[in-house]
């Protein structure tokens, strides 16, 4: 996906090395639903013939369609390379559709809403295996950090759990309640909605640019970046409710934290009733209990 619609700078930035050493062709999405289109995808991967297609993205809100990706992949002799870097913790706990039997490899970080330390992982077939083996090491790594390893090994272990497959579901069904309760406040959210753990919003419906949207909501003690809107030079900002969800909060704090937003952004004067209301959340659903 190109950086513009939400791919990933190692998905081909000039500035990473990625765009330096491979020729990357972005595909996009539709102008209106915000959606992969995949007619066009598809027409690009018939016009250019790539040896490979990575399907992925860090602000796409929906689930991609990895028939419709392997599909094309087949149909021109490409491998398909699917970063799931952001739903792998949602694949695990059986809240997002699973990619490997579609994909020839599969990456994905171990942080994120998986909730592992940070680290990645590769699955990929015995065909690819000692290829990829020998492109980590020692072409990209060195020495393996076993602490690291005992670390992902902990966090695959309680992704088998019941309890994480409800903390799964619990992530999307907390950005559903979410992003409601921010296009009730005015903000346009990218999609018309999410299937995952990500919100994508623009504030210039309430009047401001993302970037001021940030600095407000940074005043209040609500940290976030923004982040590439589709078709248009204007950023949006981006959202998660892994941490949240992880804290403890319920839907019915997604709606506060929706009105909070609201509030934040539109609130350019005294602000301290709006960062004491959301101290107060906070210290309610601390992250590290006891």
């Not at 027409?43 to 094309?72: M, N, Q, T, W």
């Not at 990645?120 to 020692?138: H, K, N, Q, S, T």
């Not at 020495?143 to 799964?168: D, I, R």
Request: glycine letters at 12%.
């Amino acid at each position: 996906m190109g950086l513009p619609y939400g791919g990933h700078l190692t998905h081909g930035a000039p500035g990473n090395f990625s765009g330096r050493w491979f020729d990357f062709v972005g595909y996009g999405v539709d102008p209106t639903t915000g959606l992969i289109d995949h007619t066009r995808l598809r027409a690009l991967a018939r016009a250019r013939r790539p040896k490979a297609i990575v399907c992925g993205s860090i602000s796409y809100p929906r689930h991609p369609d990895y028939e419709v990706f392997r599909e094309i992949a087949d149909e021109v002799g490409a491998y398909l390379i699917v970063d799931a870097a952001h739903p792998m913790g949602l694949i695990a706990g059986g809240a997002a559709p699973n990619p490997v039997p579609y994909a020839d490899v599969v990456c994905a970080t171990t942080h994120k809403v998986l909730r592992g330390p940070r680290g990645g992982m590769i699955l990929c077939g015995a065909g690819l295996a000692e290829r990829i083996d020998r492109a980590v090491f020692p072409f990209t790594q060195g020495g393996a950090q076993m602490h690291t390893v005992a670390a992902k090994a902990v966090a695959f272990g309680e992704a088998e759990t019941p309890a994480y497959t409800l903390y799964a579901h619990q992530v999307v069904a907390h950005a559903r309640v979410l992003a409601a309760g921010l296009e009730a406040e005015g903000f346009e959210v990218t999609t018309g909605g999410t299937d995952t753990h990500i919100i994508v919003a623009d504030p210039a419906p309430l009047g401001v640019d993302a970037r001021t949207a940030r600095m407000r909501l940074s005043a209040v003690g609500m940290v976030l970046d923004t982040c590439a809107l589709p078709y248009g030079e204007a950023r949006g900002i981006r959202l998660g409710t892994a941490a949240v969800t992880t804290q403890g909060m319920e839907e019915g704090d997604m709606a506060r934290i929706a009105a909070l937003f609201g509030a934040a952004v539109r609130e350019p004067g005294d602000v301290s009733p709006i960062a004491a209301e959301v101290r107060e959340l906070v210290l309610r659903n601390p992250p590290y209990p006891g």
